[in-house]
């Protein structure tokens, strides 16, 4: 049932290209993107003011991807918040807030209580969930179901990037209903995200590297990852991976703030993963974490750089280069994302854990 793989994970990993063309199926029909289910209707949907993302975990990090698409797509302010801190702190709340709600098991009770808030507040509630007929989106007004299908491995993989997905065109129809993105855009945005599955497939299957990093630095105390814009939750998230399988202490910066005290933490050996934006997006960006590793090799720290393949300033400067496809840069986390996740599984196997099923997690909390 494994597949020929040693772990669900591994599985999970090599099925991400499917995981993100079965969730964009269906989903742009006659030059419009449609949802699953809709029970708000287009006018409130364009009366939308302010968009709030809650979710735990995982995906509480491709909420925060998706905050950068939506604001750009749509105008919108748009805030992403830890669904257990969101309902216990009044956020300011009214008819015109969407409030949505991210869960792969659609179960979750610190989302399921902030979905509940938020309707008590007459806030609109959209579900983006992996599980049919589970309790958030049942309470939801709209849902858009992610295709990735049963997730046996407790550390979310193809759900993740299946949940970005799924993000960005509900930040797709946001801007079609209020306009911000005529037809045509809406189109070519979705047109760019129906070539992701085969760039994931490279990513996938150019993995090997990535497993030998891993057993090379699987003795490391700690690990620090450091990226920016959307760079900065895939920082989080291979953090969160490495945490939750290989019980390894890391930790994950937007790179700017490594001057305002993280810096600090940088001594001879350390591992720090870097994702540099892609070309498209290189410029202020790109040279700024050029000199952010600059600063940390100079303090003797390991550099693993994940960059596009084309990226020839940043090569000389990585002790490993893990090279990713070209993208635009509201993409790059449905490729940068793979490679923490290999790394994270190949620490934990060489350190003898069980992949599938780490110490004290739960694929479903359903206790707040
Ligand atoms: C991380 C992980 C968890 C979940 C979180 C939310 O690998 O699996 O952080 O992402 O518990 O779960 P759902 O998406 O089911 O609400």
């Known amino acids: 049932e494994k597949g020929g793989y040693d772990y669900f994970m591994l599985k999970e990993i090599a099925e991400q290209p499917a995981a993100v063309a079965d969730t964009l199926l269906g989903h742009f029909q006659d030059g419009r993107i449609v949802l699953d289910e809709q029970r708000i209707s287009d006018q409130d949907l ?3 003011d302010k968009v709030f993302i ?57 989302t399921l209580e902030a979905v509940r808030h938020a309707k ?16 958030i989106p049942r309470e939801a007004d709209a849902v858009l179901y992610t295709h ?17 997905t799924a993000n960005y065109l509900v930040g797709l129809a946001l801007a079609q209903a209020r306009g911000t993105k005529y037809p045509d855009e809406v189109a070519a945005e979705f047109r760019q995200l129906e070539k992701m599955p085969e760039a994931i497939q490279k990513v996938v299957d150019s993995l090997d590297p990535v497993r030998e ?9 700690s690990v620090l990852f450091l990226g920016r ?4 939750p895939t920082a989080l998230e291979g953090a969160l991976k490495l ?16 001057k305002h005290g993280p810096i600090a933490l940088i001594e001879d050996g350390l591992p720090v993963f870097i994702v540099m934006p892609p070309v498209e997006g290189r410029g202020v960006l790109h040279s700024k974490l050029v000199s952010n590793i600059q600063e940390i090799r100079a303090r003797g720290a390991r550099t693993i750089v994940i960059a596009e393949e084309g990226d020839e300033v940043v090569r000389p400067l990585s002790d490993y280069f893990i090279p990713i496809p070209a993208s635009t840069t509201l993409l790059q986390p449905l490729l940068a994302t793979i490679p923490y996740q290999a790394f994270a599984a190949e620490v934990a196997a060489a350190r003898g854990y069980d992949v599938d099923k780490p110490r004290n997690l739960a694929k479903s909390v359903t206790v707040e």
């Not at 992403?80 to 008819?95: G, K, Q, T």
Request: negative net charge.
């Open 46 to 48: 364009r009366d939308i």
């Open 148 to 164: 990735a299908g049963p997730e046996i491995g407790v550390a979310s993989t193809k759900a993740y990037l299946a949940q970005i």
């Open 54 to 110: 809650v979710a735990c975990g995982s995906a509480y990090h491709s909420g925060m991807v998706a905050k950068y698409a939506i604001e750009h797509w749509t105008r919108l302010p748009c805030e992403v918040e830890i669904a257990s801190e969101f309902r216990y702190r009044d956020p300011v709340l009214d008819r015109s807030t969407l409030v949505v709600a991210i869960s792969q098991s659609g179960e979750t009770a610190d």
């Open 120 to 135: 008590s507040q007459k806030a609109r509630v959209l579900a983006v969930c992996n599980t049919n007929g589970s309790q």
């Open 229 to 232: 814009h959307v760079g900065y």
């Open 213 to 221: 990093i891993a057993r090379e630095l699987a003795d490391s105390k």
């Open 243 to 258: 945490k939750e399988l290989a019980y390894m202490h890391a930790e994950g910066f937007p790179a700017g703030e490594l």
